[in-house]
């Protein structure tokens, strides 16, 4: 499975937790789907190995974006969904409370936005295509 079905996997999953008032681990999911999303372009453009293996959505963000220009910066909201990815996973105080379904419904918007620049903005060239089958290694800065 590709980062990127995954990533729709995940986005479904995060949909369905909505659907049944399961709001923290719907944010929990919806945080993964888009790094896994931006995960799936980054094949496009230059970027240390490491990163293909980690958590860090916002220095994924910053490399995609600087070759392919977002029509709105989403700069804040994937700062946003860094930090609760690792709280909703992980909630060290017991108040649960900001986990309500408007919460989590920013998080699933978030997604869909990840989810239209990575279709419509984020497109492989030729060369990128003859780079990925041709065993060309953009991967190297």
């Known amino acids: 499975m590709d980062f990127y079905e995954n990533a729709h996997r995940n986005e479904q999953a995060a949909i369905g937790l909505f659907g049944l008032g399961h709001y ?8 993964l789907a888009v790094e896994l999303y931006l995960k799936s ?3 496009l453009v230059p970027h240390k190995p490491h990163l293909e293996y980690s958590h860090d959505v916002i220095e994924m963000y910053e490399l995609i974006t600087k070759r392919f220009k977002p029509k709105t910066n989403l700069r804040a909201e994937i700062n946003r ?3 609760y990815f690792n709280e909703s996973r992980y909630p060290y105080d017991n108040d649960l ?11 699933l918007d978030l997604v ?6 990575i279709d419509e903005d984020c497109l492989a ?5 003859r780079n990925k089958y041709q065993g060309g290694n953009p991967c190297e800065p």
């Open 24 to 31: 923290q681990q719907c944010i929990s999911l919806a945080c």
């Open 125 to 129: 060239t030729l060369d990128d295509l």
């Open 41 to 43: 372009k980054l094949h």
């Open 81 to 83: 969904s860094r930090k």
């Open 97 to 107: 409370s900001v986990y309500t379904a408007d919460f989590a419904q920013e998080f």
């Open 112 to 117: 869909a936005k990840i989810r239209t620049y």
